[in-house]
């Protein structure tokens, strides 16, 4: 499930890479993300609009 703060922040820059891990006995995302963008300002600037990093299932690590 994408929020609509994670949709925002993943249109601040050019996506590389984006993993959601799952539990392996179920198969259900475990409630967060790991984005690479292209640039480390691409990055950045999805780290300032993002989701709020404290609201439930809204943990997202933004990579460079």
Known sequence: LITAGLKESLEMGNVVYVGIPHYKSTGDPKGFA???F???EQAAKAIEVGPDP?????FFTFLN
């Open 34 to 36: 790991f984005v690479e």
């Open 38 to 40: 292209e640039t480390k």
């Open 54 to 58: 404290f609201e439930e299932n809204n």
